[in-house]
């Protein structure tokens, strides 16, 4: 046993170094750097062909929203190169975590009906829940919303949930299989901040008890569909549709050395292509945290609707609590601000995409950037459209 797990640890050690040289390998890699001034149309074009074209995405499509109207769309790249499909805006993508802000939309629209209580204790809606004893009674759904729950994350358990066919399973049964590797705290809730997929995992399970029904399907009745986001889903479905994305991952990445211990790369990679790894369909099987699929103008107005009363949220209290105005307080569902900016965003990355999703709540502005590529500079695209719209102003 203790040679096993000697091996064990040498292989992870191994794995730490690895990640360490290419991580060091990584910033020798040049990328185009991002513009330090707005750019116009065509160049943003232009830029966005030259990020394709260093194999730091391989397929890249925005879409901005502003008080409702579609301001910009723009795409670059191949979607699918073994069918020599491009992208386009209407080209659909995991967006990975972003999914974390339809599953917060959710969660308020059940609080708005009365149905949910964000301040009752977990443990009373889910009551087969198994925590530690002194945290048992206190974590609420507003604390898992703000990540403040003081639940550990997923990762890197989470890349050994990747499936490969369309039978997703049941989140509530899902997550109590893996709940009991989870039950210590890494901080007693609200006492600190600490991303955890976990806490939206519970937020799903919380959906199908309230609801009595599965995830997904209330998603889909009470944001997906009000918000129209009609190219949105959990499964791309079959045959492999024209608007679908291959993901990409560069073969120079950080966790690459990690991934054979958690996949078998042969069920992952679908080819290898010089410097990237064309990946075939994945699923994650934990949807409420990481799940959903979407377009550019769907995940742009994914982030629309968090701002404004109507199609999904029907209150200004519901809204305030999303975006929270007041600098002080924490916003439920989104994890990242600019105070300075006035921004909030929130992004996605995982297995062969990258996505981000930025609203500035005082412009009625949402900017929805999706791309192929483990490693795409998304958030950096966010900062050049954004400057780029203000200029144009």
């Known amino acids: 046993m203790k040679y096993v797990a000697h091996k064990r640890w040498a292989k992870w050690v191994i794995g730490l170094l690895a990640s360490f040289m290419i991580a060091v390998w990584m910033m020798m890699v040049p990328h185009p750097a991002a513009p330090t001034a707005p750019l116009d149309r065509d160049h943003l074009k232009a830029w966005l062909d030259s990020i394709v074209s260093s194999q730091a995405a391989t397929a890249i499509s925005i879409s901005v929203i502003q008080n409702g109207d579609v301001a910009l769309e723009m795409a670059s790249g191949t979607a699918n190169p073994f069918r020599t499909q491009q992208a386009t805006p209407q080209t659909r993508y995991h967006v990975w975590s972003v999914t974390k802000l339809a599953t917060a939309l959710t969660i308020l629209t059940l609080a708005e009906d009365r149905e949910l209580d964000l301040d009752l204790p977990v443990t009373e809606i889910l009551p087969w829940l198994d925590l530690d004893e002194a945290a048992e009674n206190r974590i609420t759904t507003r604390d898992l919303l703000r990540h403040r729950s003081g639940l550990l994350d997923t990762v890197p358990a989470v890349f050994g949930w990747l499936q490969y066919d369309e039978n997703l399973p049941n989140q509530t049964e899902f ?18 901040r600490s991303y955890s997929n976990l806490g939206y995992m519970l937020l799903g399970a919380i959906i199908e008890a309230v609801s009595g029904q599965v995830y997904e399907e209330v998603v889909f009745e009470r944001v997906l569909e009000p918000a129209g986001m009609a190219s ?28 054979p211990y958690f996949v078998d790369l042969d069920d992952l990679i679908r080819e290898r292509d010089g410097r990237i790894w064309w990946l075939n369909r ?112």
């Open 232 to 259: 949105s889903s959990f499964v791309f479905g079959a045959p492999q549709s024209e608007d679908e994305a291959l993901g990409s991952h560069p073969l120079v990445h950080f966790f690459t050395p990690f991934l």
């Open 175 to 192: 997550l109590r299989q893996k709940m009991p590797a989870y039950r210590d705290l890494g901080f007693q809730p609200g006492d600190d």
């Open 282 to 393: 994945v699923y994650i099987k934990a949807t409420p945290p990481t799940g959903l699929i979407a377009s550019a103008r769907d995940a742009a107005r994914l982030g629309s609707v968090t701002m404004a009363k109507g199609p999904v949220l029907q209150s200004d209290e519901m809204v305030r609590l999303m975006i929270a105005p007041d600098q002080e307080d924490f916003s439920l569902g989104w994890f990242e601000r600019d105070a300075a900016a006035q921004w909030l965003q929130h992004r996605g990355r995982g297995p062969g995409f990258a996505a981000v999703v930025r609203v500035y709540p005082a412009q009625g502005l949402s900017i929805a950037v999706l791309a192929s590529g483990t490693d795409a500079p998304v958030a950096d695209i966010a900062d050049v459209v954004a400057q780029s719209l203000g200029d144009e102003e």
